[in-house]
């Protein structure tokens, strides 16, 4: 029985992280990762482009960027965010930075508290392929009616050894949210994600 409820996870895993959906909604929300001094990661640059083409593409009339900072650093991860889209031709006023949170729970949480805030309701989440399922999840659990549309570039999703240890890692911590309903995001494999 075990083994089949984390074979489906992990299928489940694989499956959505095939998903771009660019249905319309009134934000698109990019989860943050590691940013260096303001400079986004890699894994977070790939974040942010997926974003501003989804906003290019008129999926939603804001970007939502998510993320709180680390001891010691100056930015958060949502500042971060905001500057290298407003930097890259997204209007400012366009753009909603929630500096809040510093796992996938924490951050969805808090826009999930902003963007209901707002009286929206609608969110298009912007993660990595294998991080989706879990995203969606919270972000539904938190009120949101929420859809991803994954990043298909970056570190990440570059080799399958890479893609493997990354589906491994979020079925376990599907489970681990879905047995708990908290945050799974210490069952880490490297420091840009989470």
């Known amino acids: 029985m075990g083994l089949l409820v984390v074979g489906g996870t992990a299928f489940r895993v694989w499956q959505v992280a095939r998903v771009d959906d660019r249905d319309r909604a009134d934000v698109v929300v990019v989860l943050g990762a590691a940013q260096y001094a303001g400079r986004p990661s890699k894994v977070l640059e790939a974040r942010l482009r997926k974003a501003k083409a989804l906003f290019e593409q008129g999926v939603a009339d804001h ?7 680390r001891e010691g650093d100056r930015f958060s991860e949502a500042e971060a ?3 290298w889209l ?3 031709g997204v209007p400012e006023d366009r753009v909603i930075q929630v500096g809040e949170g510093n796992d996938t729970l ?13 009286g929206w309701e609608t969110a298009v989440i912007v993660s990595d392929p294998w ?3 879990r995203a969606r999840t919270m972000a539904r659990d938190a009120g949101l009616d929420a859809w991803t549309s994954p990043t298909h570039s970056g570190p990440i999703v570059q080799t399958r050894e890479t893609q493997a240890k990354y589906i491994l890692r979020e079925t376990a911590a599907l489970l681990y949210y879905r047995s708990t309903h908290a945050s799974a995001d210490r069952i880490a494999i490297d420091q840009e994600v989470g």
């Open 63 to 69: 970007v939502v960027t998510g993320g709180g900072r």
């Open 81 to 83: 965010g905001k500057r």
């Open 86 to 88: 407003v930097d890259h």
């Open 106 to 118: 924490g951050t969805i949480k808090a826009v999930a508290d902003v963007v209901l805030g707002k």
């Open 131 to 133: 991080h989706s399922l």
